[in-house]
């Protein structure tokens, strides 16, 4: 059974960084692309950033573009975002996400995957 937690998320003033955690339990994270997201109270929940299973190919939302960085260290089966230089707009609830076969590059959809429950992240202006 695939379990992923995501932790990290807090309350931080504008500008400033924080990074999310995501363990995940059965599954090899090397072997499946992964994604961060997030929703906003009121809003669809967004893409933020993805990496391939492969390691080799990252993509981020136009929003986490030379802020954000998403990063796994594979010993640890554990995703991470980096995120720094924080607005008040970044305030949302971050999900992980697994995507839905090993060795695809397909990033997960919430009828396709497996996803956390979910890490406050509240910037205060």
């Known amino acids: 059974q695939v379990q992923l937690v995501e932790s990290g998320g807090e309350l931080v003033q504008a500008g400033g960084s924080l990074r999310l955690s995501c363990k995940v339990s059965?599954?090899?994270?090397?072997?499946?692309?992964m994604a961060w997201f997030r929703q906003a109270p009121g809003k669809e929940r967004e893409f933020v950033a993805g990496?391939?299973?492969?390691?080799?190919?990252?993509d981020y939302a136009d929003a986490a573009k030379g802020r954000f960085t998403i990063s796994r260290d594979n010993s640890k089966n554990t995703l991470y975002l980096q995120m720094d230089r924080l607005k008040p707009e970044d305030t949302s609830v971050y999900y992980c996400?697994?995507?839905?076969?090993?060795?695809?590059?397909?990033?997960?959809?919430?009828?396709?995957?497996?996803w956390g429950q979910g890490t406050q992240v509240t910037v205060s202006s």
């Open positions: 996400a697994l995507g839905p076969r090993p060795y695809d590059s397909t990033y997960p959809t919430s009828d396709a995957g497996s």
């Open positions: 059965g599954r090899i994270i090397s072997m499946y692309t």
């Open positions: 990496i391939e299973w492969t390691g080799d190919r990252t």
